[in-house]
């Protein structure tokens, strides 16, 4: 299996403006946001991605997620 080339983080706001989640009946609607890292910036250990560094926390943009 080919080394990972991404790593998971919990943020819990966004230029100082909170990530929200909301149910609405069956759904589940969260505010996500993807940040671009370059390979360089990824830390692996053991094949595994346990951190990264090199990304512009101001220049993601924030996108809702609903699971339903």
């Given at each position: 299996?080919?080394?990972?080339?991404?790593?998971?983080?919990?943020?819990?706001?966004?230029?100082?403006?909170?990530?929200?989640?909301?149910?609405?009946?069956?759904?589940?609607?969260?505010?996500?946001?993807?940040?671009?890292?370059?390979?360089?910036?990824?830390?692996?250990?053991?094949?595994?991605?346990v951190?990264?560094n090199?990304?512009d926390?101001a220049?993601?943009?924030?996108s809702?997620?609903?699971?339903?």
């Amino acid at each position: 299996m080919p080394p990972a080339s991404s790593a998971a983080s919990c943020w819990t706001e966004l230029r100082g403006k909170l990530l929200r989640a909301a149910l609405g009946g069956n759904r589940l609607t969260v505010d996500a946001i993807k940040l671009g890292v370059p390979d360089t910036g990824i830390h692996l250990h053991g094949g595994r991605a346990v951190g990264c560094n090199k990304f512009d926390p101001a220049a993601p943009p924030r996108s809702p997620l609903t699971l339903a």
